[in-house]
């Protein structure tokens, strides 16, 4: 199985991030895309990534929450992504999008940072690993701007419902699901959106260290930290709510992350 969003990255995984790679292996999840959302996490999503070529790839973006490191500083934002997404490690531009439900940066900063990294995803020739919340028709009317059905990408750790899924869908994006799937408190739109959602454009993530799936045989390590090891939960509960076997959703999600990243080659799948 491929986990195309853990961030793992983040701090929380210091102190014992080789141990957490191993629980995923044995999980039966043997490619990880580590997301980069900030200039220096996406430089050490690069690092991580180099020193396991086999089991890693990363992407190089700017979280919505962080927009402002590329409005007080856009050409050393654009040069520093730039040089990221120049190797082949780098499969994607993002996380970018928008964020509306906090607004850790200004809106109007947000809109610049997510219009320049479309470009620059363009400039590189890379799709796009894609964050919106409670900023949808911004978001989609930029989207449609820079012609991001061109690019190809993800929306990564999709919550919306059924409206939310078509318009992506039309734009020849695919869907990512995580843990939300299992989230009885806050998953409704969701499920509705399932039905729609085809095969041939679901990924699978968990977007670790966040989003820990609520089922009894999630048991994490450390307090509500999630980790890559729990897609197998994810997968199965998505695939129950697609009417398909989990074997068959798990093939379907390999086949869908190689043709958008590029990666895994075939010959590395039992790599």
């Given at each position: 199985?491929?986990d ?5 990255a983040d ?16 999980a039966g ?9 900030g200039?220096?996490?996406?430089e050490?999503?690069l690092?991580l990534a180099?020193?396991r ?19 007080d500083?856009?050409q050393?934002?654009r040069?520093r992504?730039g040089?990221?997404?120049e190797?082949d490690?780098a499969?994607?531009?993002?996380e970018?999008?928008?964020d509306y439900?906090r607004?850790?940066s200004p809106p109007?900063?947000q809109?610049?940072?997510f219009a320049?990294q479309l470009e620059l ?13 409670d900023?949808h028709?911004d978001f ?6 820079h012609?991001?059905g061109?690019?190809g990408?993800?929306a990564?750790c999709f919550t919306g419902g ?5 318009s992506?869908?039309e ?12 989230d009885?408190?806050r998953?409704?739109?969701?499920l509705k959106?399932?039905?729609l959602v ?10 670790s260290?966040?989003?820990?799936p609520?089922?009894p ?14 897609l197998p939960c994810?997968?199965?509960s998505l695939?129950h709510?697609?009417?398909v076997d989990p074997?068959?959703?798990a093939?379907a999600?390999h086949?869908?992350?190689q ?7 075939p010959?590395?799948?039992h790599?």
């Amino acid at each position: 199985m491929i986990d195309i969003g853990a961030n793992l990255a983040d701090a929380s995984f210091d102190p014992d991030r080789d141990e957490v790679i191993k629980r995923a292996e044995a999980a039966g999840v043997r490619h990880m895309i580590i997301t980069g959302a900030g200039l220096g996490e996406s430089e050490q999503a690069l690092e991580l990534a180099s020193g396991r070529p086999k089991t890693f790839r990363c992407t190089a973006g700017i979280h919505p929450h962080l927009a402002t490191q590329w409005t007080d500083a856009p050409q050393e934002a654009r040069e520093r992504l730039g040089h990221v997404l120049e190797s082949d490690l780098a499969v994607a531009a993002g996380e970018c999008g928008l964020d509306y439900f906090r607004n850790l940066s200004p809106p109007e900063a947000q809109r610049a940072a997510f219009a320049g990294q479309l470009e620059l995803a363009a400039e590189r020739g890379k799709p796009v690993f894609l964050h919106q919340r409670d900023a949808h028709d911004d978001f989609l009317a930029i989207l449609k701007e820079h012609e991001a059905g061109r690019l190809g990408g993800v929306a990564h750790c999709f919550t919306g419902g059924p409206a939310e899924a078509e318009s992506y869908l039309e734009l020849g994006l695919y869907i990512g699901i995580t843990g939300w799937v299992l989230d009885e408190r806050r998953n409704h739109d969701l499920l509705k959106a399932i039905p729609l959602v085809p095969l041939d454009r679901v990924l699978l993530e968990t977007d670790s260290p966040y989003l820990l799936p609520r089922h009894p045989d999630v048991k994490p390590r450390k307090r509500r930290r999630n980790e890559p090891e729990f897609l197998p939960c994810v997968a199965r509960s998505l695939a129950h709510k697609m009417r398909v076997d989990p074997e068959e959703l798990a093939a379907a999600a390999h086949e869908n992350t190689q043709r958008l990243f590029g990666w895994p080659e075939p010959e590395d799948a039992h790599e």
